[in-house]
Structures are given as structure tokens and as C-alpha cells.
């Protein structure tokens, strides 16, 4: 094989595989960023404990019924 023509080749694949990366790059740009299992833990936490003092809230108290 020639060189100028395995030149030509590899030339070829190094400009389609660029393009490939930017592509995905792109991509990857527009996906929301996933948060650590522990920020997710943390959130539902929060999110379970506002919801039990919410619902402890709304039974009446003994001292108002008394």
C-alpha cells in the first residue's frame, strides 16, 4: 500500500473519530448532571421528614381539645 494513500486513511479516521467526540461531548453537555446517591438520600430525607411533621401537624393537640 502507498503511503500517501495510508496517510490519506488515517487522516480520515482521526477526522471521524474528532467528529464522533464532539458529538458526544454535546450530548453529555446537554444531559442534567446526576447527583452522588448520598445528595439523593439527603433530599429524600428531607423530603420524608416534611412531609411526617406536615401530617403531625394537622391532628389537634390534647391541649386544645381539653
Do not use: C, F, Y
Not at 473519530?17 to 438520600?41: D, G, M, Y
Request: charged fraction near 25%; glycine fraction near 4%.
Amino acid at each position: 500500500m502507498n503511503t500517501h494513500l495510508l496517510e490519506h486513511l488515517v487522516r480520515a479516521h482521526q477526522d471521524e473519530a474528532r467528529a464522533k467526540a464532539a458529538h458526544e461531548a454535546i450530548v453529555r453537555s446537554l444531559r442534567p448532571a446526576r447527583q452522588p446517591l448520598r445528595v439523593w438520600t439527603g433530599l429524600l430525607l428531607i423530603r420524608t421528614g416534611r412531609w411526617l411533621a406536615h401530617s403531625a401537624a394537622k391532628r389537634p393537640s390534647r391541649a386544645a381539645t381539653a
